[in-house]
């Protein structure tokens, strides 16, 4: 609990922290690593190297100063860091190895401004900070494993099938070693992967590319040219090896309702809307499932999505555009209607990858009239505004 005098002296250094924190967090990840290199394999390399990582967390970090008296909206906010670190199974002891990097980088980047004072009133407000994180994956941790074929921890998993769904994109169908069951995931949410490559740990997210079945999980992997893990799971891996996944998270998934509703994707970016497709169908929605590809040979899942426009003649319309400039639309069952306009009255807009095929859709929407509160996005990545992408 902060004093009253340390409240004032957070109030008063905040906008020198806040114009600073690109420096401090830029100065944050090298000492982190450099200190303890045992963490440095749960952040994605590639994520430091676009700045996106460090922006998020310096985002957090203000957020969280600006908003902590009000504890709903603080809990709200940080439901996305929750899912992250759920996901790669991050724990209590990792925080106060990131509160010493943290202090250490506001040190080095702010010099003799910080006083005694000072420092101990930002240390208070890291270790709310950290205490309030790390009670809410607590919840989220206990909450998973009491679930049927829920765990706690890396879970090992084999490789029962793969197949190939495009030039550049394979599914792997993924069972658990111990021949358990498997906690049903919510259409939408992705799952934290560890691998190990050259005898290095190494983490990731992927989405979760089919329904919840009792049994498996299925992940879509867009192989990467220079990708790490993406390369390693297409060129090296196959059925009967195995990995670990830690627990699925993520919020972008549906509420219960009946409005109709418009899944865009774009590219590997169609992964987490596949089960949500099926999902809204079930629930017996209206459905119009937007999807750009490369061209023919970089489009996935089209026989799956074929396949649930013939089940749902009335209910689904699949509308496809290959950026190679073909009008293609290959989905859309024989006698279904020709893409027309999109339901702007329809709810929720989901749409997810690469970033400039969301904000053009999203700027498209925004035109149309629909509100900001019905257009949702995610990316695969540090979460930032679509207009930074
Ligand atoms: C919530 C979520 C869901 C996701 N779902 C999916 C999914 O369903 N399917 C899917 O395929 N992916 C998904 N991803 C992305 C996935 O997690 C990986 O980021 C992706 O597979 C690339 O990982 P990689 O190890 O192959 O590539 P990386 O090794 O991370 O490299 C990615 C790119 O960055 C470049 N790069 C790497 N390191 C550096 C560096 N130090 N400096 C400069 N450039 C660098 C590489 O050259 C490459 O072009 C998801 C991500 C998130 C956050
Ligand atoms: C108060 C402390 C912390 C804050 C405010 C914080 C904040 C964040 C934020 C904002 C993100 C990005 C979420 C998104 O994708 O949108 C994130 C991701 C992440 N955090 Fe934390 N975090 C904290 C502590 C920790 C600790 C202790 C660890 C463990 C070493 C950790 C490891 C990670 C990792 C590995 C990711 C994913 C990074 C990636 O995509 O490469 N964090 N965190």
Not at 18 to 38: C, G, N, V
Not at 46 to 58: T, V
Not at 212 to 237: C, F, T, W
Not at 345 to 372: N, S
Request: proline share 8%; charged share 25%; with cysteine.
């Amino acid at each position: 609990m902060l004093t009253q005098e340390q409240e004032q002296l957070i109030a008063a250094t905040a906008p020198v922290v806040a114009e600073h924190l690109d420096a401090i967090t830029q100065r944050f990840y090298p000492l982190l690593f450099e200190r303890y290199p045992q963490v440095k394999p749960l952040f994605n390399q590639a994520h430091q190297a676009d700045g996106g990582q460090p922006r998020a967390l310096a985002g957090a970090v203000l957020a969280y100063v600006q908003l902590r008296h009000d504890r709903e909206k603080v809990r709200e906010t940080l439901a996305t860091v929750v899912g992250k670190h759920v996901s790669l199974d991050i724990r209590p002891e990792h925080y106060p190895l990131v509160g010493e990097c943290l202090m250490a980088a506001i040190g080095e980047v702010l010099g003799d401004a910080v006083t005694p004072e000072i420092a101990a009133a930002w240390e208070g407000v890291y270790e709310e900070l950290a205490g309030l994180l790390i009670e809410l994956e607590a919840h989220r941790y206990r909450e998973f494993e009491s679930l049927p074929g829920g765990w706690r921890g890396p879970r090992e998993f084999r490789i029962a099938a793969t197949h190939q769904e495009s030039a550049v994109i394979r599914s792997f169908v993924l069972e658990p070693v111990d021949g358990g069951p498997v906690a049903d995931h919510e259409p939408g949410q992705y799952i934290g992967v560890k691998l190990t490559i050259d005898g290095e740990p190494v983490y990731r997210h992927y989405s979760l590319s089919d329904l919840p079945n009792g049994e498996s999980y299925r992940i879509s992997v867009k192989r990467e040219p220079q990708g790490r893990a993406s390369r390693h799971l297409h060129d090296a891996m196959g059925v009967g090896d195995t990995l670990s996944l830690l627990p699925p998270a993520g919020d972008l998934t549906l509420a219960e309702g009946d409005e109709p509703l418009l899944l865009a994707s774009g590219g590997v970016g169609q992964t987490p809307l596949l089960p949500m497709a099926r999902q809204a169908l079930a629930q017996g929605r209206r459905v119009v499932y937007l999807h750009a590809a490369l061209d023919a040979e970089h489009h996935a899942f089209r026989d799956e999505v074929a396949a649930l426009a013939e089940a749902h003649p009335e209910r689904l319309r699949t509308v496809t555009v290959h950026e190679s400039g073909a009008a293609a639309d290959p989905c859309r069952p024989r006698g279904s209607r020709p893409a027309g306009k999109l339901p702007a009255r329809g709810r929720p807009l989901l749409l997810r990858w690469p970033p400039g095929f969301m904000t053009a859709v999203d700027r498209a929407l925004a035109e149309l009239g629909v509100p900001a509160e019905r257009r949702h996005f995610e990316h695969f990545g540090p979460s930032r505004p679509l207009d930074a992408a």
